[in-house]
């Protein structure tokens, strides 16, 4: 099985994630299996790419435990598609094998979805989708704007910050404000609109599927672009997936992004897009961006899916991460401190956290990477915030019911 190690993330990406930058101080980081602090290295010193090696307690790594992930059946799908390499790369249309795009569109019809498999892009995994999506919108527009319904993936903020475009934050408590989104509308430019509507990084909530139609009535009024980012979808506790915003979609203002890494293919960095109106632009960015998508990984990706050999494997994962979420969500809530809230996800496999107002959250993250233990301090999931933010996000798919470890947070916690 594949371990966290095996990947390649973006570094401005990872950094974030696992660094704490501290003012007129330099970056420290936590080596694995020390247990104490690593002397303050100067940022020019320092690869954030280590980080990927034998993480001590990774529950802060916004990452799928891949040892959940059952690949054997993708693993021969993959070695078969060796044996027709040399013939297939004589055919690598830019937009995707046709036979994977059929698939994914198939996938989407068993969930009452109705795509175009002739719209769909395949892309370099997710957040080149994301990143073709941002570039598409803001194109040509002088001074783009981006609403981000908060709290939000902090590689995508990432991203939007790299590329240089300007946020605004619409809150999501408990979910997304349509009415402060309208009034948002009404006074400001905003070039598109950013939300993971289904089971939302950190928090795992879902949008109501009446709450979506009602976003699409307010994007078609105001000719809205929806930037939609449905990575979690699949990762679902109810006996059926929820719908994205794309089933709601008449009019083409939704660029549906997604992937298969937290499903069924970590590492094989494929994912697709519908872009809607967009397509013409997301072909040529695509064009310039990688050109096309790694050949052996569509093959293989497409021969399970004509199987339907992923969907007994992914109902084990999801109900193997709702068994661990729960019992991380139970034990954080008998060893943290009183005034301690964790949302109760609805899927995926983070839990948000907010902890008591009296936490000096910077204190306790320090202390937790002395001991090899992370977790994401909450600030990373807004564009705008800092150490006055009191939550926190935690990775439950690496939860193996260390109670000790999270009663030693808890005692830290008290004591900060």
Known sequence: MAGIDDYYYPVDFLWPAYVEAEPRAAFRVIVAGQGKKVDALAAGEFDPLCLLENVAAPWGSPFINAELLDTRALNRELMRAMASYPQALNHQPMLGLDQLRRQIARMYHSDGVHLHWENLIVTCGGM????????????????????????????????????????????????????????????????????????????????????KQALLDLAYQHQLAIIEDDTYRALHFSGQAPLPLKAYDRL?????????????????????????????????????????????????????????????????????????????????????????????????????????????????LKKALAQGIH???????YPQSGPMCKQIRLNASFYLGQREELGGEGIKLSQT
């Open 128 to 211: 080149e989708a994301l990143s073709l999506a941002i570039q598409a919108v803001v194109q040509g527009i002088s001074k783009p704007c981006l609403a981000v319904v908060t709290p939000a993936f902090p590689g995508v903020l990432s991203l939007i910050r790299q590329l240089g475009i300007n946020v605004v934050e619409v809150a999501s408590e408990p979910y997304l404000d349509l009415p402060a989104l309208g009034a948002l509308l009404q006074e400001q430019a905003i070039t598109a609109l950013l939300v993971m509507p289904n089971f939302q990084h950190p928090s795992g909530r879902c949008m109501p599927e009446a709450d």
């Open 375 to 381: 977790f994401a301090p909450g600030w990373l999931c």
């Open 252 to 364: 083409g203002l939704v660029l549906h992004c997604c992937s298969f890494s937290k499903t069924i293919a970590p590492g094989y960095r494929v994912g697709w897009i519908e872009p809607g109106r967009w397509s013409d632009r997301i072909r040529a960015l695509k064009f310039c961006s990688s050109l096309s998508s790694p050949l052996p990984s569509q093959l293989a990706l497409a021969a399970l899916l004509a199987g339907d050999l992923h969907t007994r494997s992914i109902t084990k994962l999801c109900a193997e991460l709702q068994k661990r979420t729960d019992a991380m969500r139970s034990d954080i809530l008998a060893c943290f401190p009183a005034g301690t809230h964790v949302e109760i996800p609805a899927g995926g496999y983070l839990l948000w956290i907010t902890l008591p107002q009296a936490i000096d959250l910077s204190t306790l």
